[in-house]
């Protein structure tokens, strides 16, 4: 079951610009978590934010999260050629075993 | 170096064979898990496992069964009864109990001539 919806499902912009994805999810979270996939490789963990976090920083990337609208935005600032990516938000569920729901992602181009 | 690792790197394999793919960790991670990840899609997940000698049906299970001998090691095979195998396989790991984030692995695409 998928459990985190993401907006846009793909997004190009400017080198220098700011990006933002936007995640939605349907129940109770522990934690909401960001990863980055290149082309073809495995998924990085970027950023965790707790239930109980508003807002979280870690160098160019800045997460939110929303817990009465059940939502998630991802900020990556002064976007690089190099963050062209797909990025993924993960939820961990209050109940039940631990283990993420993946959203389906949205496809980040950076142009030069 | 710590990290994950998955073999192979690419798979081909004849319509009605099973196959195996290994993922080995050297994290001391108690937590496995194994991904399906089609075109263009998000993760779906096929199995995990908390503890040697113990895992669950994650939500694609059908077609695919796993074994959890050592800590280190999470295999997962793909067997015949899975109708559409072709598709990249992400393997991961993780702390229980830490909010850490999953380590995934390189993946292994299969591909059914």
């Known amino acids: 079951s998928q459990q985190g919806e993401e907006d846009p499902q793909a997004l190009s912009i400017q080198e220098g610009e700011n990006a933002t994805m936007n995640c939605s999810y349907k129940t109770s979270i522990n934690n909401l978590q960001w990863y980055r996939q290149n082309s073809g490789r495995g998924l990085v963990h970027l950023i965790l934010i707790r239930s109980n976090e508003r807002e979280k920083h870690s160098g160019r990337l800045r997460v939110t999260l929303d817990t009465s609208k059940k939502s998630s935005s991802l900020l990556i600032t002064a976007s690089r050629a190099a963050d062209t990516a797909s990025y993924f938000c993960a939820t961990d569920a209050i109940q039940g075993a631990q283990k993420l729901v993946f959203g389906q992602g949205t496809r980040l181009t950076i142009n030069p | 170096d710590g990290g994950i690792t998955q073999s192979p790197k690419y798979l081909f394999r004849k319509e009605g064979q099973n196959v195996t793919l290994s993922c080995e960790q050297n994290l001391n991670h108690d937590a496995m898990y194994w991904y399906r990840q089609d075109p263009g899609q998000g993760l779906r997940l096929i199995y995990y496992s908390q503890i040697v000698n113990d895992f669950q049906k994650g939500d694609i299970a059908e077609g695919y069964s796993v074994s959890r001998e050592k800590k280190e090691s999470f295999p997962l095979t793909v067997t015949s009864a899975q109708k559409n195998p072709t598709a990249f396989y992400l393997c991961?790991?993780?702390?229980?109990?830490?909010?850490?984030?999953?380590?995934f692995g390189p993946g292994t695409r299969l591909t059914v001539l």
């Open positions: 991961a790991s993780s702390m229980l109990g830490r909010e850490t984030g999953e380590f």
